[in-house]
């Protein structure tokens, strides 16, 4: 399969995935108690989530400084506040797109190549993925109980027992195999391991390490806020703070799965809530909101960075 393939591929499929998954979700809902839902909702806390959810793009824009300082470059904030939100607004139509267009933007009105701009983006990416791992850690050590307890009402304990030991067993050799890796996909995963702490060890000899911490967990809270504020809105969901981390944590897979969670995003916060007996309208009616609220502000906010971008930097260099 040559490149062009890929390329299409890696687009269309999780549009595709996107398009099942909605009229799956569509199908299967009482639609009727869905529009009941969504009269309902008390739009007064969707607002207080977007605005955690907008205090956020902005910290991650000031967050950017600190990593281009160290290479001798000082961006307007406004011109990076522009880049963030043009860069989630492309990544909902082309996966991963977006933090192309973040570099281009930097390159086109702040004379930043564009190899040392997406250099720190993706090192940005990768105190992303260290902030959800701790998260799950988080949400695994709180809910150990509650997990165990599902669990066991699945499987039997001789079977858990088994499970656990096949699945230590299973990571040693996989990791064995990732070590040797010459090609294919076990060399991608050796190579995501060391970009991963190459990343955290280039964070942790920053200058300003401290302050680019305190932003990425300020980003992290924000967005667990922006799913909690929502919460309330919804008539009859009530959500355990379990419940609330194991939904963000289900929703932030499903937004990798298909672009910009579409589909995937509402099925996968209703499953995460009813593994906690939440109804299940009041919880689909949820995860419709929350995801229409996320998408609705990309779309407006990265379409108006899209016009304003140029004007602003007409007029500054004016």
Known sequence: ?????????????????????????????DQEKMFFHLRNANYAW?????????????????????????????PKFTNSVLAVLIG?????????????????????????????GFGTIVAERIADVMMMFLIIGITLFFQFDFILTLISNSFEPLKIGLIFIGVIIGIIIFSSFVKKAKLG?????????????????????????????????????????????????????????????????????????TNGGIGSYPLAVTGAFLLFNLPESPSE?????????QTLMIVVFGGLAFLVLPIYNKKKNV
Not at 8 to 14: A, F, H, M, Q, S
């Open 46 to 74: 969707i607002f207080l989530g977007l605005f955690f959810g907008v205090l956020s793009h902005l910290s991650r824009a000031y967050r950017w400084k600190f990593m281009l300082a160290p290479l001798g470059y000082k």
């Open 285 to 293: 009616a949820f995860g419709w909101i929350m995801w229409s609220a």
């Open 185 to 257: 996909f076990l060399l991608k995963i050796k190579n995501f391991v060391v970009s991963l702490t190459e990343g955290v060890t280039s964070i942790l000899k920053m200058k300003k390490k401290w302050a680019f911490i305190f932003h990425t967990i300020f980003i992290w809270t924000m967005y667990v806020a922006m799913f909690w504020a929502t919460i309330p809105a919804i008539q009859g969901l009530e959500v355990p703070v379990g419940g609330i981390l194991v939904g963000f944590i289900a929703g932030g897979f499903s937004i990798a799965a």
């Open 1 to 29: 399969m040559n490149s062009t393939c890929k390329k299409i591929l890696k687009t269309t499929l999780p549009l595709l995935l996107g398009g099942i998954l909605v009229w799956y979700s569509l199908a299967r809902m």
């Open 88 to 116: 989630y607004f492309v990544n909902l139509a082309i996966p991963r797109a977006g933090e192309v267009s973040r570099a281009t933007v930097m390159v086109n009105y702040e004379n930043i190549p564009f190899e040392k």
